[in-house]
Every structure is written in C-alpha cells, then in structure tokens.
C-alpha cells in the first residue's frame, strides 16, 4: 500500500500552469472552475452531473480548485473526490425534515459573527469562502451566496463579544474556511483571541489542507504556532492524502501547531470500514489526530448523501479492538434544530446489577466485572485544591444567545 498518494501532476488537465504557478495558493484560488463550462473544458461530465450543475444554480455555489480537480477520477462516476465536488440533481430536491439551518445556530447568533450555543465556547465565522464547495457542507445558507458579510469590523465586534464573555474559554474559527483570509488578518484575528486572558483554546476549523494545500505556508505556521491554536482538517478519504496534502499537515504539525481531522460518513463515498480505517491510519502518520466522525446533517438536499445511524456504530465497531484506539473516532450526530453534539459507540455492556457487570468483548466472549464493596466517591482533597469556590457549579443554561 502507498502510505501517500504521489504529488499531483497537473500537466493533462492544466497545461497552461506552470509547475509554480499551480503550486500558488493564490493562483488556485483565482482559477477556481465554478461553473460548466469551465469544469467540461478539462473533464469529461456525466449527463446527471450536467443536470446537477443546471440544478442547483441559484441554490449553493459550485467550485473546485484546479489542484483539487486534478484528483478526480476521470473515468469512475463514483470516484469520491468528484462526487464531493460536482453536484448531483438530488441535491436541489429537499425533504420536508431537511432544514435550512439544520444545527440550529442562527437564533444563537448575539452578533453576526458569532455563535453561542454552548456556555463555555463560541464559534466565530470568519468567512463566507470556501476553497471548495462540498456538497455535503452543513452551512450552506451561509456560504451558499455571498450573503453573509464578515469584514474587519463584524470580526472586531466578534473578538469583542467573547472578551465581554468571561465564561468562553473555547473559540471555534470557522466560516466558511479561516484560512482564504491573508496571513495577516487570520494572525490578527486568532492573536486578539488570544490576547483575552479567559479564552485557553483556539481552533480553526479549515479544509484548505484537503483542498489547496499550497496556502499552509510557513509563515502560516508560525501565526497559528504564536497564537497556540489547534487546526481541525477535514479529510473524508485516502485519496485526498496527497504529497502536497502531507506537506501541509507536517508543515503545521513540525511548527508545533496540533492538527486534529474529522471526517463526514458519506453514503457510498467513505460507508466502509476499510476506508475509515484506512484514512485514520494514513492520518496518524502524519500525526494528525483522527477525531470525529461525524454522521451527515439534516441540511436541505443532502438525504443522498447521508448513511443510516446503524452504519456508523457498524464501522466503529469494526475498528475497536482490530487497530489503536487512537485509529478510533467519536462518531458523533448534531441534533437536528441546534440539540447539540451527542456521540454514539456499540454497546459492549450485555446486563448490570449491584455487583457488577457482564461485558461482551469486540471478539463476542462475555467477562464479568464486579463492583467493589465501598461505593463513596467523594474526593477528601478536592476542596483544599480547589477551595470553597471549586465547588461544582449549578447545571448552566444553554440558552447563551440573545
């Protein structure tokens, strides 16, 4: 098995680039194909992805990268880097449960770029941009059109937000993706954030590595590295882990930057085991920790894309116990209307008692495990470390927003 798919070579579909001009970020951003005639004067399209494109004008936007379009298999309908990239008919026809803001996060929107759900961390939409319009992506309400407007003053008035908010400890920098912003406004940006003394994390949820890997320089590096922020990429399959993709994670990963990836299950794209695993393991080569798997939201026209809930606990449980459980994501659903993240796993527990349990292994034998006779979990010292005031809160509201 190659461990890395081989540097793209962008010669047949791009002629006219240069070896450096396709290797610029900037040059892949100005020469996205987004519309028909542009993709069909490099690939040969399937009669259903021409409706797909014609179908889903006016309702989110199409885009790919020329880097990202190099990977695409020319022959192979199913090849799942196209079909996260070219629109299907399906997408334009959504079902009466499908919602247009599925995570429910517009009624938490205090200001325009920011959403409070949880009590302790906000999201902060730094963009409406993408470097490629996922077919699957969860925001398209905003990063559908144009229509959100996150210039340099919605971004002030975001970082002013959280430092008015003591109780967030955690930043989310999302969008649309953080990283199309030029060096010096995403360092100004995640340094403001930093600068508060009550924010302890930052993360910058970006799928640039995936989809023009060229822009994680380093002097990207080292404006995330000063700002001690986490990068969360997205890579739903093996064929996505390019050389240009490995240099980018071991760029950020040598600078000292985390990198953490969550992958979407997608419907005949990445449903398998096999997959799943092999993604994960390619990952942690890199030292990029697979983190989430996420099942497909209820956004409108997405039903073909989504799996059944029973696949997910099916590949997790094929992986526990057959690889590392750092190989082993947290499948997670987000509630539909903004219920939050809730995670879903096998269940290894056959029954429990007050003695003890009966567990069944990943190999179907039963063990017991018993309880033991003193229950007290009281902890004596926890108040001396903590003090009087470490006592443990009152359940917070999650009504954060306005």
Known sequence: MRLFFPATDHRQRFPEATDAEFGDWRWQQRHVLDDEEKLSRRFSLAPEERLGIAATRGIFRFG????YAALMDQEHFWCPVRRQAIPLPQEATARAEELVDPL????????????????????????????????????????????ADFDREALDEAVAYVRAHPRVRDVLVSGGDPLLLSTERLARLVGDLRSIPHVE?????TRVPVCNPFRVDDELA????????????HFNHPKELTAEAKEACERLVDSGVPVENQTVLLRRLNSSARIIADLNHRLL????????????????GLDHLRTP?????????????????????????DLPGGGGKVTLQPSYLVSQSDVGARFRNYLGETYDYPEPLDRDCSVPYESVFYGEEGREPERPSLACGP
């Open 64 to 67: 790919i990268t020329p880097y």
């Open 104 to 147: 429910g996060e517009d009624r938490h929107r205090p200001v325009p770029a920011i959403v409070h759900r949880y009590p302790d961390r906000v999201l902060l939409l730094a963009l409406d941009r993408c470097a490629v319009y996922c077919r699957h992506c969860t925001r398209r309400r905003l990063t559908g059109h144009g229509a």
């Open 285 to 300: 080569r890199l030292r990029v920790r697979p983190y989430y798997l996420h099942q497909g939201d209820l956004a409108q």
């Open 201 to 205: 994390l930052i993360r910058v949820g």
């Open 309 to 333: 809930l029973s696949k997910g606990v099916e590949i997790l449980k094929a992986l526990r116990g057959h690889t590392s459980g750092l190989a082993v994501p947290h499948l997670a659903v």
């Open 222 to 233: 080292r404006a995330l590295r000063r700002a001690e922020a986490f990068v969360v990429t």
